[in-house]
Nanobody, 122 residues
Framework: QVQLVESGVGLVQAGGSLRLSCSAA????????MGWFRQAPGKKREFVAA????????FYADAVKGRFTISRANAKNTVYLQMNSLKPEDTAVYYC???????????????WGQGTQVTVSS
C-alpha cells in the first residue's frame, strides 16, 4: 500500500515556473513507476508525464514536452514535476499516481494522490 500526497499549490503568471512534489508513504516506492496527470474543469483527466522506477526513462505528453520535467528521489520517496513556461491552458488539478497496471500513459494506476490545484493567470 502506498499513500501519495502532492504539494505545491500555486497561482503563477503565464511564463512562470512551479515545482510540484509528490511524497509517498510506503517502503516499496522505489519499485514503482510513477506518473503525473491533470484535470481541467469540464475536461477528462489527461496524462502529463511519467518516470520509470529507476528514473532512467521519462515520458511526456506533447503539450508539455520541453517545458515540464519529471524526476524522482527514491531516497526521499518523492517524485517531482518541474513546470516552466507555464501557460493558462496548464491550469488544472494535478495528480500523482503510482504503480500502473497497464501502460504508463493510460494506466490504470493502482494509487493516486488527492490532487493539487495549479492556476496560471494570463
Amino acid at each position: 500500500q502506498v499513500q501519495l500526497v502532492e504539494s505545491g499549490v500555486g497561482l503563477v503568471q503565464a511564463g512562470g515556473s512551479l515545482r510540484l512534489s509528490c511524497s509517498a508513504a510506503g517502503r516499496t516506492f522505489s519499485s514503482y513507476d510513477m506518473g503525473w496527470f491533470r484535470q481541467a474543469p469540464g475536461k477528462k483527466r489527461e496524462f502529463v508525464a511519467a518516470i520509470t522506477w529507476s528514473g532512467g526513462n521519462t515520458f511526456y505528453a506533447d503539450a508539455v514536452k520541453g517545458r515540464f520535467t519529471i524526476s524522482r528521489a527514491n531516497a526521499k520517496n518523492t517524485v517531482y514535476l518541474q513546470m516552466n513556461s507555464l501557460k493558462p491552458e496548464d491550469t488544472a488539478v494535478y495528480y500523482c499516481a503510482a504503480d500502473p497496471r497497464g501502460s504508463l500513459y493510460e494506466g490504470p494506476y493502482n494509487y493516486w494522490g488527492q490532487g493539487t490545484q495549479v492556476t496560471v493567470s494570463s
